[in-house]
């Protein structure tokens, strides 16, 4: 298979494949130099980490971030708070704020992982991994708010309980079939196996399907870890990629296409691999993308150029 991987700095080719290349002979997707917005360690007498996070536009004009974080060391509490920030802009000044949301130990929450945001109407919708004492039960859990300050636990959590170490929840927008889809990573079965991505569709982002569809499957078993975290699925035409990681090292994650909601082919559909760890890929105001990095020991939060070179973009470029 011929494959692209992008660096953090600027792009580079590496054992190349037509599943991978654009109409114009250049990587699908691609990255420009990371640079750091965030900190959470400041304030701080230990170093801190950021690790899955999401961004959203706040009513207050804001732009919003959301996060895991804890110390890098001593390792103590580890998990317990999504971080906050804010800033005018998203390569501007951010802000700390008070966490967002904090462990509840009294309703079986063991850690707190992976925010993701939805708007619908006036509410956000944020979805998070709750864990469990039981990992073969991992609770994805939601939070409302309508305003990104305050947050009120939704009274019929857990949504649902996967295993093992069922987490990092991305809701998505079927605009085609006026339905939500979460995304998750998980293992065949409940005690582990291979490690997957799957789903559940929902109409109302408050119920969601008992039964769940493995979209990806990697050829590696396990309980904790895999290659199928932080998954990420945005619609590009009659394409939709998944983003997941983290693949050979810490830092990698791959990308596939597929025109298939609900499958991607481990082998046939990688067209791209980037350097960055957990990202989220977001548009400003005025349309322009960015990827974010993070990580354990990496001192904070990155964000860097994103490019599309796909035919979407093609037909964007020839207006």
């Known amino acids: 298979m011929r494959r692209w991987i992008t660096t953090l700095g600027l792009l580079c080719s590496v054992i190349l494949t037509g599943r991978g290349q654009s109409?114009?002979?250049?990587?699908?997707?691609?990255?420009?130099?990371?640079?750091?917005?965030?900190?959470?360690?400041?304030?701080?007498?230990?170093?801190?980490?950021?690790?899955?996070?999401?961004?959203?536009?706040?009513?207050?004009g804001k732009w919003h971030m959301i996060g895991i974080t804890g110390r890098d060391a001593?390792?103590?509490?580890?998990?317990g708070?999504?971080?906050?920030?804010?800033?005018?802009?998203?390569?501007?000044?951010?802000?700390k704020k008070p966490y967002a949301l904090s462990a509840r130990r009294d309703l079986f929450e063991t850690v707190l992982w992976a925010p993701h945001i939805v708007k619908k109407g006036d509410i956000y919708y944020m979805f998070y991994c709750g864990g469990d004492p039981?990992?073969?039960?991992?609770?994805?859990?939601?939070?409302?708010?309508?305003?990104?300050?305050?947050?009120?636990?939704?009274?019929?959590?857990?949504?649902?309980?996967?295993?093992?170490?069922?987490?990092?929840?991305?809701?998505?927008?079927?605009?085609?079939?006026?339905?939500?889809?979460?995304y998750y990573t998980a293992t065949t079965k409940p005690h582990g196996g291979y490690h997957i991505?799957?789903?559940?569709?929902?109409?109302?982002?408050?119920?969601?399907?008992?039964?769940?569809?493995?979209?990806f499957r990697d050829h590696e078993k396990g309980t904790w870890g895999g290659n199928t975290e932080s998954p990420v699925v945005i619609r590009r035409g009659d394409w939709y990629?998944?983003?997941?990681?983290?693949?050979?090292?810490?830092?990698?994650?791959?990308?596939?296409?597929?025109?298939?909601?609900?499958?991607?082919?481990?082998?046939?559909?990688?067209?791209a691999i980037l350097e960055a760890h957990a990202p989220e890929f977001i548009t400003d105001e005025n349309g322009t993308w960015y990827i974010s990095h993070c990580?354990?020991?990496?001192?904070?939060?990155?964000?860097?150029?994103?490019?599309?070179?796909?035919?979407?973009?093609?037909?964007?470029?020839?207006?």
Not at 296 to 319: I, M, S, T
Request: proline share 4%; glycine share 8%.
């Open 23 to 60: 109409p114009n002979d250049l990587p699908l997707v691609g990255n420009g130099e990371f640079k750091k917005i965030f900190d959470q360690s400041v304030g701080e007498k230990d170093q801190w980490y950021m690790n899955d996070h999401c961004f959203i536009r706040g009513p207050d």
């Open 74 to 79: 001593p390792k103590e509490d580890i998990h």
């Open 81 to 95: 708070h999504l971080a906050h920030a804010v800033a005018d802009s998203l390569m501007g000044k951010w802000e």
């Open 134 to 182: 039981d990992n073969r039960r991992y609770q994805i859990n939601l939070a409302t708010s309508k305003d990104l300050y305050e947050w009120s636990r939704y009274v019929g959590n857990p949504l649902f309980t996967e295993g093992y170490d069922g987490r990092d929840p991305f809701v998505f927008h079927d605009e085609l079939n006026d339905r939500w889809i979460i």
């Open 197 to 215: 991505v799957a789903a559940r569709t929902s109409d109302d982002l408050l119920h969601w399907s008992q039964e769940r569809i493995v979209v």
């Open 241 to 271: 990629y998944l983003f997941i990681g983290p693949g050979a090292s810490y830092v990698t994650t791959k990308v596939y296409r597929s025109r298939d909601l609900f499958y991607w082919d481990r082998d046939e559909d990688e067209v």
């Open 295 to 319: 990580g354990l020991v990496r001192g904070g939060l990155y964000l860097a150029p994103f490019y599309w070179n796909d035919e979407v973009q093609q037909k964007l470029n020839y207006k």
